[in-house]
Nanobody
Framework: QVHLVESGGGLVQPGGSLRLSCAAS????????MGWYRQAPGKQRELVAR???????NYTESVKGRFTISRDNAKNTLYLQMNSLKPEDTAVYFC?????????????WGQGTQVTVSS
């Protein structure tokens, strides 16, 4: 089992920045990748960014050049630096962790943190 707790959400003006954090605990040694999803009201949940255990990253097109995903393995913490925020970035952001235990893949989710971009 992997437990994930997000923090860092809030209200920010357009053009502003926020940094989300996700602290992982439990069987963190089984994690092979982590990422951030978001879900806006009335929209489907979408993958925002993902980072593998080797450090490879990928982003959804709409956030490329504005968001940066990173992880501190020593602290078991995942980050999402969000710059040049737009109203359309408003959503609940969820941290996820992909792990493998005894050959079985698992995906764990945090409880989510609200990001609101508005003037």
């Amino acid at each position: 089992q992997v437990h994930l707790v997000e923090s860092g959400g809030g209200l920010v003006q357009p053009g502003g920045s926020l940094r989300l954090s996700c602290a992982a605990s439990g069987r963190t040694f089984s994690i092979i990748a982590m990422g951030w999803y978001r879900q806006a009201p009335g929209k489907q949940r979408e993958l925002v960014a993902r980072i593998s255990s080797g450090g490879s990253t990928n982003y959804t097109e709409s956030v490329k050049g504005r968001f940066t995903i990173s992880r501190d393995n020593a602290k078991n913490t995942l980050y999402l630096q969000m710059n040049s925020l737009k109203p359309e970035d408003t959503a609940v952001y969820f941290c996820i962790a992909d792990s493998v235990a005894a050959g079985t893949p698992w995906q764990f989710w945090g409880q989510g943190t609200q990001v609101t971009v508005s003037s």
